[in-house]
């Protein structure tokens, strides 16, 4: 299998001088562990003085493997963050939300969750969590959660991605109560590789009213495609 950066990587002195003790990545006096942050450990190379990973032929895997996750157990914001660029933010929540006949009543894992508060807000607001403060690996990624879409005014719920410096794809979308509405779904979605990879999870609220609470829980965001066993 071809790696999608394996030609970058071979054309740049800076690939084998990238490791986390010593190695400089485009930036002086910068590890690239200084740069790209504490995940970046023996492993790390440059691609166009940014972090990528290598695939490997024989596993089909790509190294450094990494793994981000959110489960919103505690009260610090993971990579995925509130953006004062909506109308109004996500809510933490456990057990039911405030308003009965919609909103999950348990969370997928742990205790907590994240969920938007639909009462009070008017249709077709909206909510984010974007990646703006993480800087990625030029990598494909694998990105999974779980979601709950439980009420008669349900709105949808959409994930994008692409360039920081660009305009971003829209890469999964649900819309309406879903089926079994009572029980979290799984999301799990490719993400092709971008240089400066930004992801933006987006809840938008129904017309019908305040049975429109969306919940997720559980994201996981790891390095290489799903399909990689």
């Not at 990587?9 to 504490?38: D, I, P």
């Not at 990579?79 to 999950?104: A, L, M, N, Y």
């Not at 009543?105 to 508060?117: D, H, L």
Request: charged share 20%; glycine share 10%; with cysteine.
């Amino acid at each position: 299998m071809i790696s999608y950066c394996i030609d970058v990587l071979f054309s740049l002195v800076l690939t084998g001088q990238c490791l986390a003790s010593n190695g400089k990545c485009g930036t002086k006096g910068l590890t690239c562990e200084q740069k790209f942050g504490q995940g970046w450990i023996n492993k790390g190379r440059c691609c166009n003085e940014k972090p990528c990973c290598e695939e490997e032929e024989s596993t089909g895997k790509f190294k450094p493997e990494i793994t981000y996750s959110c489960g919103f157990e505690t009260t610090e914001q993971c990579f995925f963050k509130q953006t004062s660029h909506d109308d109004f933010d996500w809510t933490r929540g456990s057990g039911s939300t405030p308003t009965s006949g919609t909103g999950p009543t348990s969370a997928a894992e742990g205790i907590y969750y994240m969920f938007i508060e639909a009462s009070g807000n008017f249709a077709i607001e909206q909510a984010y969590f974007t990646t703006d403060g993480t800087n990625f690996q030029a990598c494909p990624w694998c990105l999974s959660f779980q979601y709950h879409m439980n009420g008669k005014d349900i709105g949808t719920l959409r994930v994008f991605a692409g360039d920081k410096t660009s305009s971003l794809s829209r890469i999964w979308i649900k819309s309406g109560q879903q089926p079994n509405p009572d029980s979290w779904k799984t999301a799990t979605i490719d993400i092709p590789q971008y240089s400066n990879l930004r992801i933006i999870i987006n809840a938008v609220r129904g017309y019908g009213g305040s049975l429109s609470d969306i919940a997720i829980d559980d994201i996981i965001l790891k390095s290489g495609t799903c399909t990689n066993p």
